[in-house]
């Protein structure tokens, strides 16, 4: 079993559809991370969460610490937010390393 | 504020040659990850540096591989006598404090490091 889950794996919707994206994770403390990764691109990270709820502009990250799950949500999905979205959780003890999920290919449709 | 710089963004490599990735992280962040993101595979971590010091190296194979973070310059991967299996991107992030596990990490747009 992964430390780190995510589902679904990939996930194609049409433009304007609200989309979700699920994280599960068995380790870390009390954080967790999603990032954006474009096909042959860079990653650039979207949130960092320990606990509630963040907003920034469609995207929307919950996390609950006690059930250790975290879910991604795009509002009004556009192509331009096709990409691998990816959940990352912190380790603990003395860094700060991260633990990936396999992330969830999001293909949206014009 | 620039980001984190990594070069070169491409890297062409023949079997048994020398790689080296540099990583400049922003500015006033001391510490420095490696992550390797294999062919159809996810994100591991190889290793973690502050300035002068390996702190965690547990991802890092136990041979070729090699990092460091100067007091000056860049943080360098290097990974000695390629191997086909070595072609990855090479994403290295940095944060400010590496304190505690709420600090985010800011991403580099990695090396694609390519073994022939």
């Known amino acids: 079993k992964n430390e780190v889950e995510q589902s679904p794996q990939n996930l194609t919707a049409q433009e304007g559809e609200f989309i979700t994206i699920n994280c599960s994770y068995s380790?870390?403390?009390?954080?967790l991370h999603w990032l954006q990764q474009h096909p042959g691109g860079g990653i650039v990270s979207l949130f960092m969460?320990?606990?509630g709820k963040k907003k920034h502009g469609r995207l929307i990250a919950t996390i609950n610490i006690q059930e250790k799950h975290s879910s991604l949500h795009i509002t009004a999905s556009h192509p331009r937010d096709s990409a691998v979205y990816i959940c990352?959780?912190?380790?603990?003890?003395?860094?700060?390393?991260?633990?990936f999920g396999t992330g969830t290919l999001l293909a949206v449709q014009p | 504020n620039a980001g984190v710089m990594q070069n070169p963004r491409h890297l062409v490599r023949r079997r048994g040659q020398e790689a080296r990735l540099r990583c400049s992280p922003m500015?006033?962040?001391?510490?420095v990850y490696w992550y390797r993101q294999l062919p159809e595979e996810g994100l591991k971590f190889m290793v973690y540096?502050?300035?002068?010091?390996?702190?965690?190296e547990s991802g890092m194979p136990k041979e070729r591989f090699s990092a460091e973070f100067p007091k000056e310059g860049p943080s360098i991967l290097r990974i000695q006598q390629v191997v086909r299996g070595d072609s990855a991107a090479y994403f290295c992030?940095?944060?400010?404090?590496?304190?505690?596990?709420?600090?985010?990490?800011?991403f580099g747009p990695g090396t694609r490091l390519l073994v022939l």
């Open positions: 500015k006033g962040h001391s510490h």
């Open positions: 380790v870390g403390i009390s954080a």
């Open positions: 992030a940095s944060s400010p404090t590496g304190s505690y596990h709420q600090e985010t990490q800011y």
């Open positions: 990352a959780a912190p380790l603990g003890g003395a860094t700060n390393k991260l633990i």
């Open positions: 540096l502050q300035k002068e010091n390996i702190i965690d």
């Open positions: 969460l320990s606990s």
